[in-house]
């Protein structure tokens, strides 16, 4: 904790720079950029095998990386073992020591440490009272419930004031309800101690709702690396389109007409792209959320609009999930409309318009965004 | 796994680069010395052994002139056919006696339960050749039965040759079927049972359609070890084969031996060559077998057994109590033996502490030597064993692939073979060895080490690898992690592990006849030789000893395990 604030500067605390991890002839991690602000709070997300635990085990020093560099506070961490790295882990798993105490596991670092027995039982307390276990020091593991023993994991990885703090999903064996306590629980602590943090997760909401950046992972790459807000509003590449929200997909043709870049969408309308979009042309992908799609008004012109015929309704409550079927085939989009709204009955023809901004379009091969 | 093992880039010269090398990774350290070891100890004598069944006895020359010798003699094929006569026999007997019992003891709760089951782990204290020696004391020629039976005019069959060698061998190795197959079934998804019940079939039908095939590969394990362990054991039948008048082969390849002793031993390794190519086959074909039809199934197979009360209870309990109590009854015999006065070669129906009196005096360091090797063996196996079962369960690779293999080698491979093995390349500088305690002491430890290595390795796979990471992450380097977390964590397992291999290593006698001298006689090499050809009184009293010494070395172990702190470690 005063870690954080007696070593100010510009520079990341932590920055990993073209790291490769190659398991045999398999590239686990693929030229991974990664840079992290002292103090803050950065997700990996991703779908399970993308990388995101070799990532968070080559940072903690488990793993060997085959190329690139990692630097804490602008030293190169190559050669310095888990042990001697001082950074806190927190495992999905828990890993709590079921052989000793709550007080005892957290105390185990400390002991490591050869921090003196008054100050160790001092800070032991503190820690067990900041993740509200305060009393129950003398328990041993079997006796706790999953959420508490996550909390036990927390304090035994924040009672050695890590330089930095690594988690793997270490909610994903909690329900629901739990989890979202426990998140907002983290992310307190977190920016109370100013613990830098990288926090593991598959869950889009979860790393949504915590981080300062994310990290968004796809087979090894870091497909975006930005805000949450940025990688919901603004996905640089299609896979984080796709798992951070969803889309629709269309198949779509990219035109360059007097007026600029515009997208045909399958062999129907040309929507205009930003003018500074300029040069592509040829097929490409436009994503489309169902949020983004709301049922065209008389006034909106003809060829505005993604026309077709409703396949299904779907009552979500305040919203209804409609399937239009818009062909060629049975290509489809999918958009929740209000509930509210009076709505075409199934096999009506319908039309549906979106904000022109809204489209989002993707090199075909790559994923990476043009528009 | 390439967890570790960071070069340091600015390391000046080799012995600190190795220095820190290991200080970064001690496992594969560990890992790479006990290869080594297991090199000079496993796969040396039993290359040497190898190589000279290849040498002509007569001829001098390389070729298959032993082998022919071998197959072309009628007294070696009949050593052959005896040792799977027996073998066969034996193993029929045992699944016979092991599989009910593993049944009743899976599926049912009953009268006496805890009492029988622990009859049979006490039968398993006893070496196979005690068990030997109390059927000759009961059935043999002056037999305690015989005699009773003579005089009533009825002349018993003989229990000496093939018959009497597999009663005996299966009594002695039954509990290993009945604790794999139990096993087996605690495995057996029984919601599968149940829906083949509720598919229309009756009890029997489901025992025979879906448990039966689902615990096959257990069975076969089973009878795989009651196999080895029969066509392996040395004591058994030289003692009920009378020595030469029921060949088999490990007694063969044992006088061979002996007779060859300053010859270049190559129809005692071509003997042993046999044997063990035997054993490795059996030990493949089951392997191949089992995981062609690997019926793993995680999902809850342990439903709780079922109560049976009244009638039926009490009639399983009495069955498998009768069962155990035929079983036990020879180490019975031989113990209460042991207390009787004895004339000639009768025991008489009265108490006295003379056997003991005879034996101590002739003991000479026997017990002492016994306790010794044994204990320091003990020791080392314990060490080594739960490191290595550690980096067997954590470490993937072709390292721990070579050591788990070398491992395994003496678990299969007969003690008398390796103790000729031994007694053929330790008789020269640099490693002289031969009439050393070092020698007995080494041949324990390679022999009992498999046990301690699996025991450990089957309670790291349990444990939560996080745990050490964790213990890292907080700034223990690996050997204090280990010390920290994963021992407490392994201590109940490895000590269970710890008393199985006492008990063997105590009683170890195939490979240290063959290597022992004046100087480094055992216990069990003193109660052989008395039960071959000496005092009933004094064997029953050897065979006593070496029991009770093995019990009291057990009692210890539950003791220190029952010391610790009991908690439920849930998924230990
Ligand atoms: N020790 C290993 N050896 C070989 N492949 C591995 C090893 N560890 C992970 N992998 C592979 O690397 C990929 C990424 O794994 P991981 O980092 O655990 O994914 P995530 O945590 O995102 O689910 C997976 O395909 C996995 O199979
Ligand atoms: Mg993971």
Redesign the interface.
């Known amino acids: 904790m005063s870690v954080a604030e007696t070593r100010p500067g510009p520079a990341p605390h932590l920055a990993a720079a073209g790291l490769v991890k190659r398991f045999g002839s398999f590239t686990a991690l693929d030229r991974v950029e990664l840079s992290a602000q002292r103090g803050e709070l950065l997700t990996l997300l991703g779908p399970s095998g993308c990388g995101k635990t070799t990532l968070l085990r080559v940072i903690a020093g488990f793993l060997q990386h085959d190329e690139g560099t990692l630097r804490l506070a602008g030293r190169s961490l190559d050669g310095t073992p888990p042990e001697a790295r001082n950074f806190g882990m927190v495992f999905q798993s828990y890993a709590i020591f079921p052989h000793l105490s709550v007080a005892e596991n957290v105390a185990y670092g400390l002991r490591a440490r050869r921090v003196p027995r008054e100050a160790a039982e001092r800070k032991v307390a503190a820690a067990l009272e900041r993740v509200r276990l305060g009393n129950l020091g003398a328990r041993y593991p079997d006796a706790l419930s999953g959420g508490q023993k996550q909390r036990v994991g927390l304090a035994r990885a924040m009672v050695i004031e890590p330089d930095l703090l690594l988690m793997d999903e270490p909610l994903s064996n909690l329900d629901a309800k739990l989890r979202i306590e426990m998140r907002d629980e983290i992310r307190r602590m977190q920016r109370e101690l100013g613990i830098t943090t990288i926090y593991v997760t598959h869950d889009q909401e979860e790393a949504l709702a915590i981080s300062d950046r994310i990290a968004v992972m796809e087979r090894g790459h870091i497909r975006q690396f930005a805000t949450p807000r940025e990688v919901f509003e603004s996905p640089a590449h299609a896979f984080v389109a796709e798992f951070v929200g969803g889309c629709n997909w269309l198949d779509a043709t990219l035109l360059q007409d007097g007026a600029g870049a515009a997208a045909r969408i399958g062999a129907g309308a040309a929507f205009a792209l930003p003018a500074a979009t300029r040069g592509a042309e040829g097929p490409a992908r436009a994503a489309l959320r169902t949020e983004d799609l709301r049922l065209a008004t008389p006034e909106d012109p003809p060829g505005c609009c993604l026309e077709g015929r409703v396949g299904s309704l779907a009552y979500l409550g305040p919203r209804t999930r409609m399937r239009v079927i818009i062909g060629p085939g049975d290509a489809a989009v999918e958009a929740d409309l209000p509930s509210a709204l009076p709505l075409p009955n199934e096999g009506e023809p319908v039309r549906l318009s979106f904000e022109p901004h809204r489209l989002r379009v993707f090199a075909p091969e790559s994923g990476v965004r043009i528009a | ?9 600015e390391a000046p010269s080799w012995p600190a680069r190795l220095l820190r090398g290991i200080r ?1 990774d001690p496992w594969s350290a560990i890992a790479w010395a006990t290869v080594a070891f297991m090199l000079v100890f496993v796969a040396w004598p039993l290359a040497e052994l190898a190589r000279q069944s290849f040498i002509g006895q007569e001829s001098g020359r390389f070729g298959l002139e032993n082998y022919q010798t071998f197959f072309g003699s009628s007294y070696f094929r009949r050593a052959l056919f005896n040792s799977l006569t027996v073998g066969v026999l034996g193993t029929v007997i045992a699944l016979a006696i092991g599989l009910p019992l593993a049944l009743a003891f899976a599926r049912y709760d009953f009268a006496g339960k805890p009492w029988i089951e622990v009859a049979i782990l006490l039968s398993m204290l006893s070496p196979p050749f005690v068990g030997a020696y109390a059927w000759i004391m009961l059935f043999g020629r002056s037999g305690l039965v015989t005699e009773a039976a003579r005089g009533i005019g009825i002349e018993l069959p003989p229990i000496y040759g093939a018959f009497g060698i597999a009663l005996a061998s299966a009594f002695a190795l039954y509990p290993v079927v009945f604790l794999v197959v139990r096993g087996g079934l605690a495995r057996v998804n029984r919601t599968l049972e149940d829906a083949a019940a509720s598919l229309g079939r009756g009890r029997i039908g489901v025992v025979r359609t879906v448990t039966l095939p689902l615990i096959l590969p257990s069975v076969l394990t089973a009878a795989l070890l009651v196999f080895l362990g029969i066509i392996s054991d040395f004591g058994t039948p030289s003692i009920l084969g009378e020595g030469e008048r029921f060949p088999v082969l490990a007694t063969l390849a044992f006088s061979l031996y002996l007779s060859e002793i300053g010859a270049e031993p190559g129809m005692a390794a071509t003997t042993c060559a046999v044997l063990v190519v035997i054993a490795m086959a059996l030990v493949v074909a089951v392997r191949i077998f089992s995981t062609r039809r690997s019926v793993a199934d995680d999902t809850g197979g342990g439903a709780p057994p079922i109560r049976l009360q009244g009638r039926a209870g009490a009639l399983l309990g009495f069955g498998t109590a009768v069962l155990v109590a035929i079983a036990s009854t020879p180490q019975i015999v031989v113990t209460v033996c042991s207390f009787l006065e004895v004339r000639g070669v009768v025991f008489q129906p009265v108490f006295t502490l003379d056997n003991f009196a005879r034996a101590i005096d002739a003991l000479g360091d026997a017990l002492w030597n016994s306790l010794v090797f044994a204990g320091l063996a003990l020791a080392l196996i314990i060490l080594v064993g739960s490191a290595i079962g550690y980096v067997i369960a954590r470490r993937t690779g072709p390292l721990t692939r070579t050591l788990d293999l070398l491992i395994m080698v003496p678990y299969v491979v007969p003690g008398t073979v390796l103790g000729i093995g031994y007694a053929t390349v330790f008789n020269e500088p640099p490693l002289l060895l031969t009439g050393t305690a070092t020698i007995i002491v080494t041949v324990y430890f390679v022999r009992r080490l498999p046990y301690m290595t699996r025991a450990s390795a089957g309670i790291v796979y349990q444990i ?1 690898r ?2 050490e ?10 050997l ?2 280990f010390r ?2 994963m021992a ?2 392994m201590r109940p397992g490895i000590l269970a592990g710890a008393a199985i291999a006492w008990v063997e290593v105590f009683s170890e006698l195939s490979a240290s006849i063959v290597l022992y001298t004046g100087g480094t006689r055992t216990l069990p090499i003193a109660a052989y030789q008395q039960a071959l050809s000496g005092d009933v009184g004094m064997a029953a009293a050897y065979a006593t000893m070496l029991v009770g010494v093995a019990a009291a070395g057990l009692v210890l172990f539950v003791i220190a395990r029952g010391s610790e702190r009991e ?4 998924w ?1």
């Not at chain 2, 990471?469 to 690996?478: F, K, V």
């Not at chain 2, 908690?567 to 849930?570: D, F, K, P, Q, V």
Request: glycine letters at 14%.
């Open positions: 796994m390439s967890a570790t093992g960071i070069a340091a880039p970064h939560d996080g745990l990471d964790a213990a890292r992450s907080l700034g223990d380097p690996p204090t992690g920290r977390v407490p964590l908690r439920s470690l849930g230990l």
